[in-house]
């Protein structure tokens, strides 16, 4: 039981500091604290007080993962609902992180994304540039009635 304790103690100690440098869901610190070695029931208390201590803030998170998904990788809302579902995150959560996206700015993207793929298609035909830069901009997560609405836009 002492050795439980003093495991604990570590783990949050380890947990708190890592919380600190960069956010964290709460799926991801279980992960870490199972591996850590606790118990369930263990782990259950340990993330509570961490929800309670702010360290952990699975809102938070998610804005902040959809703003650097955006920004420096380019990602679509698609690509992002679903890596975020991976980790096990509520929808409503995620669709209030995703709704932060500026819609002007979500599609500047989107077109600047397309445009830059196209320059780099070599196909013959126009209708076989456009499927290969509707499929990039769909593994990129962008949805496809907004791809197809400004493809135009996009290829010349």
């Not at 919380?19 to 870490?32: F, L, N, Y």
């Not at 830059?116 to 901009?137: C, L, N, P, S, Y």
Request: hydrophobic share 35%; charged share 35%.
């Amino acid at each position: 039981m002492e050795n439980q304790e003093l495991l604990a103690k570590q783990a949050y100690t380890k947990m708190a500091h890592l919380c600190s440098r960069s956010e964290q869901c709460s799926a991801d610190i279980r992960k870490k604290i199972t591996v850590f070695g606790l118990e369930n029931e263990a782990a259950d208390k340990l993330i509570e007080k961490l929800l309670e201590e702010n360290y952990i803030n699975d809102e938070r998170y998610v804005k902040a993962y959809v703003a650097d998904k955006f920004k420096f990788n380019k990602w679509g809302k698609v690509k992002m609902r679903h890596y975020l579902r991976m980790k096990g995150l509520p929808e409503d959560i995620i669709r209030n992180g995703l709704d932060e996206i500026n819609e002007e700015k979500y599609k500047a993207v989107l077109i600047k994304t397309m445009k830059d793929k196209a320059k780099t298609v070599k196909e013959k035909t126009k209708f076989e540039k456009m499927g290969q830069v509707i499929r990039f901009a769909q593994t990129r997560g962008f949805e496809p009635e907004i791809i197809h609405r400004y493809i135009n836009s996009a290829i010349d």
